[in-house]
């Protein structure tokens, strides 16, 4: 689900003819770039007309500000996804990016409540989240596949979480995680500044330079990369310490969303993450995870969220919802690089 490729040169072919070929060819896909942005559309017209109180102002920013947490965990994982690759046995995946976001979330709280101040504190968070990275990475990269590299960091860090809060809620006051959840910056809420300053870096960090460009590069082909002179392993290592600190930030945000760390709150992300991910690329034009993509998905699945759960349909359906829709993306694109292979 990378960006770049290529077109192939059949023989007798010129490079402008192929091109021009591989062009004609994506431009079906390239409509269905659109589809993400009408479903939104259509998923608000239902939402408004099904429950009165959806356009409320504050219900608006109530689901930004849900989907800040998700769509900053999601940052992380595209960046994952697109350096790894899209197989997501082999390639690209990280299983413990929403344990991670729980971690990170518990442990500045608990670090709060033992009067560090929250400048330090959230540098002990975040330092910690990258030591987390740094480790998938490091493992991956010396061979071990990433499904199961994450799974099981998913299973310490789970249970790290469970040791530092004992098992319970652990309430946060201070003013700085107060104003994140109820502060605003000339009318927008502070969660959602924090969300388009953090979309802002990360977008012209994989879009306008050449590390991005490079990540991609590694995604699409890894032994043309280092043919190329890539450090094919440092992108790889460095991917997974970005996707860990971003799943921090996003930890932050949800202790400060709850005034409180729970301990089960990363395993009940996961699912949104994901979907927020890999749903991303209903709003490609290339049917590829990308960023702005990964912004607009979780903007959906926070809308999709908070409509269901205002039309009272039981959270069991709604995860039942979720579920379905990932297999569905995945089905797509499936079918679309068996598509681009032939």
Do not use: C
Not at 2 to 13: C, D, I, K, R, Y
Not at 127 to 140: F, K
Not at 185 to 210: N, Q
Not at 297 to 318: D, E, R
């Amino acid at each position: 689900m990378t960006a770049l490729s290529a077109p192939p040169v059949v023989p007798g072919q010129t490079p402008s003819a192929a091109a021009e070929s591989a062009t004609k060819r994506r431009r079906p896909v390239s409509r269905l770039g659109l589809i993400g942005y009408a479903i939104v559309v259509i998923e608000v017209v239902v939402f408004a007309v099904a429950s009165p109180g959806f356009l409320d102002p504050a219900n608006l920013a109530t689901i930004l500000t849900q989907s800040a947490v998700y769509a900053i965990a999601a940052f992380g994982l595209s960046i994952v996804v697109v350096t790894g690759g899209e197989d997501v046995v082999r390639g690209g995946i990280d299983l413990s990016i929403g344990a991670v976001l729980g971690f990170s979330g518990a442990l500045v709280a608990v670090l709060l409540q033992a009067e560090l101040g929250l400048p330090l504190a959230l540098l002990i968070g975040l330092g910690a989240t990258a030591v987390i990275g740094l480790v998938n990475g490091l493992v991956v990269v010396a061979g071990i596949r990433p499904l199961l590299v994450t799974l099981a960091m998913m299973s310490i860090v789970t249970s790290l979480t469970i040791v530092i809060t004992n098992n319970v809620k652990v309430p946060v006051s201070d003013a700085g995680l107060v104003w994140l959840r109820s502060g605003h910056v000339v009318s927008v809420p502070a969660a959602v500044v924090v969300l388009l300053l953090v979309f802002a870096v990360v977008a012209v960090a994989t879009g306008r330079t050449s590390w991005g460009v490079k990540n991609a590069a590694v995604g699409q082909n890894p032994t043309a990369a280092r043919v190329a002179g890539i450090d094919v392993n440092r992108h790889i290592v460095v991917s997974y310490v970005l996707a860990a600190v971003l799943a921090g930030i996003a930890g932050v945000l949800m202790t400060s969303r709850l005034s409180a760390a729970l301990p089960g709150i990363g395993e009940q992300s996961l699912i949104d993450i994901l979907l927020a991910t890999f749903l991303s690329i209903a709003f490609s034009r290339r049917l590829v995870v990308t960023i702005t993509g990964t912004l607009f998905s979780a903007v959906f699945v926070a809308i999709l969220t908070n409509g269901f759960s205002q039309l009272g349909v039981p959270s069991q359906w709604i995860g039942i919802t979720k579920g379905v829709l990932i297999l569905l993306v995945l089905a797509v694109a499936a079918i679309r690089e068996r598509s681009v292979k032939r």
